[in-house]
């Protein structure tokens, strides 16, 4: 069984810094893609921003210029710096993984329980 566990979550002003991290463990024999999204109160989840296992990364334009995206393969974990936070930016985000768990198995997608992050003005 996989599990992405976050942390790193909280109450930040405007202008401050959060980073956010999640790790997989569990049965893991490859892990491709990694990713951050969000979810507003009433808004549809959207993605943040993406690492490919190679290091490959991609940002919405909401977030490009603020936020980094990293990842430490031997840790299985990915990382997500946020500066210049913005009111804007509050929503639970959430981890996202293409995880392969056996040599012999398809990939599958995993997701973690989420992580609130509020930014006040």
């Known amino acids: 069984q996989v599990q992405l566990v976050e942390s790193g979550g909280g109450l930040v002003q405007a202008g401050g810094s959060l980073r956010l991290s999640c790790a997989a463990s569990g049965s893991i024999f490859r892990i491709n893609a990694m990713g951050w999204y969000r979810q507003a109160p009433g808004e549809q989840r959207e993605l943040v921003a993406i690492i490919a296992s190679g290091g490959t990364t991609n940002y919405s334009d909401a977030v490009k210029g603020r936020f980094t995206i990293s990842r430490d393969n031997a840790k299985n974990t990915v990382y997500l710096q946020m500066n210049s936070l913005k009111p804007g930016d509050t929503a639970v985000y959430y981890c996202?993984?293409?995880?392969?768990?056996?040599?012999?198995?398809?990939?599958?997608?995993?997701w973690g329980q989420g992580t609130q992050v509020t930014v006040s003005s």
């Open positions: 996202n993984a293409g995880i392969t768990p056996v040599a012999w198995a398809r990939r599958f997608d995993y």
